[in-house]
């Protein structure tokens, strides 16, 4: 019965996710691309290889990627590659470094914020820009 009363909302949902997801990413990108060097240096302390290289795609591709989540452009690309960054965050870098799921106390330590990331990335994966998008309406692109 919810589900009926609801439908003629279903095409805004898709959007409603894909604007809050690209403003988490664009605003946990915009100090990243305010001082690289910080976020360049954590990349290198955390081991990873070729860390000057492989560190500056998410301090590109947060703040831009966010904005073109909330336009609806790219999305189920932009969306994959939020998915992987969120599960190396999430596994790589938080779980394997004793970081448990919810540190209380200290919020946004744990990794519940990245693994609520994944898990919507991956919804827009699926469901693509959604019918309120900029790739759908101007672009006339379904992916």
């Known amino acids: 019965m919810l589900r009926k009363q609801l439908a003629p909302f279903s095409p805004y949902a898709t959007a409603v996710l894909r604007v809050v997801v690209g403003a988490v990413f664009l605003f946990m990108g915009l100090p990243k691309i305010e001082n690289p ?43 994959l590659y939020f998915s992987v960054e969120m599960l190396i965050t999430t596994v790589v870098v938080k779980a394997a470094h004793g970081t448990p799921f919810i540190v209380t106390g200290r919020p946004g330590v744990g990794f519940e914020l990245d693994l609520l990331l994944l898990a919507a990335a991956l919804v827009l994966v699926v469901f693509g820009s959604g019918t309120i998008s900029i790739d759908r309406n101007v672009l006339k692109r379904e992916y």
Not at 51 to 59: F, K, N
């Open 37 to 79: 060097s910080n976020f360049l240096g954590l990349v290198s302390r955390l081991g990873f290889p070729a860390a000057g290289v492989i560190g500056w795609i998410p301090v590109i591709l947060e703040p831009v990627g966010g904005i073109l989540l909330i336009l609806g452009l790219f999305t189920p690309w932009l969306a």
